[in-house]
């Protein structure tokens, strides 16, 4: 993102961009990582179910779909810089909670914990896009500011899963799993320190959320398909932290779940980045074609080659799904949004991202379940993705339309 000239109370564009992205790689490499070892850890000291422990990871995606909308009414008096710095500090808190439940392991508690980290996580997402996207209007480069953004938080959440998966490991036959949450709680510490010491830049209030304006947001044909294909591409990221993780371990061994702890967070780290770019040079539309075709091929993959190397090429594909969506939608939202009502926009869009992972979640698993294999969930998924990416295209037709 090239340098403009800023007062000298603030820092570069370039600078900002790039500490607000560092923060995120930090609270991503910790209090985001940890989700992975969520559930296992859990089970290391109580005797909740399955469904129980699974139950604490869905709270937070339902509260945060609950607040994508919520807060825009419930923070509306906030600068988007303190939605950025609360939101962030949820993430600590819940590191810190679960770190408390190794010796008070309270199911109320745990649940709470995940609630509030919903409605944290909405703040900070929210604020920290619409900060981006404020710093990125100059030079109108939405879609590298955020292309940034989310390859830091992807390059922190893989590298989190590689760190916090082997203090696992080590404290495992020791009865120390807690140091998982301690080295979680710590490295996101640093990431709230880094956003702390931000400038805090003068902004105007988001506008003020009312029925009409959002129904005037969603009646717009371009909001109504950016919208959709969120929901459909976070069915891809449901699909990766549930049926697809269980499938190649029970298909191929455990040897072979870097595909999903590492291999897809770091191809999506490379791919954001590099869709936020292209949108910049190409159509929204036609990058986000790009994305649900290449998801489509990914997963009809491993229908007709039955081998690992077919499922790793299905993880980087969706890989690509799964970076270029969320980073182009919010670039779309840059350009054809005023400032102003941008956190509306977001909020209602988003909104459906969130529920597309809980879909995903559950009905992968009722598939698989159903038919007793995953070549029906497989077949669905890239039928779905290819429909898509015929959708996508048809978005070009409105990207002159405002939001």
Known sequence: MPETPEPA????????????????????MGAGAQQASLVPYLEEFTD?????RSLVIATVYL?????????????????????SLVGASTYVFFTLAMLGLYWVPSYPLAL???????????????GTTMQILSLADRAKRHGTGMGVLYAATHLGWALGVIVLGTIFEFGQPWGLTWLVYD?????SLLGLGIMASLPRPDEPLPEMPTWGALISIM???????????????SLAFGFMLGSFTDFVENAHGAQWLWIT???????????SFASGVMSERLSHGTVLAVGFFGGAAGMALPLTIAHPAALAVTALMLGLLNGAVPVVSTALIGTSAEQKRRPLTYGAMFTWRDLGVVVAT?????????????????AVFALVFAACGVVSLVLNRYAEQEL
């Open 63 to 83: 509260s945060m779909t609950i607040f994508r909308l919520g807060n825009v009414y419930l923070l509306r008096r906030w600068p988007q810089w303190k939605c």
């Open 112 to 126: 709470l914990a995940a609630a509030v980290w919903g409605w944290g996580g909405a703040a900070m997402w929210m």
């Open 183 to 187: 080295a979680a709680a710590i490295m």
């Open 48 to 52: 909740w179910s399955k469904l129980q």
């Open 9 to 28: 109370s603030r820092l570069p564009t370039r600078a900002h961009v790039l500490l607000l992205s560092g923060s995120f790689l930090l609270i991503f």
């Open 261 to 271: 702890t590492a291999f897809y967070p770091f191809a999506r780290m490379v791919l």
């Open 362 to 378: 559950v009905v992968g698993g009722i598939l698989g379940l159903k038919t007793g294999s995953m070549t029906v969930t497989f």
């Open 219 to 233: 009646s717009r044909a371009k909001a109504q398909i950016a919208a959709f294909l969120l929901f459909a591409a």
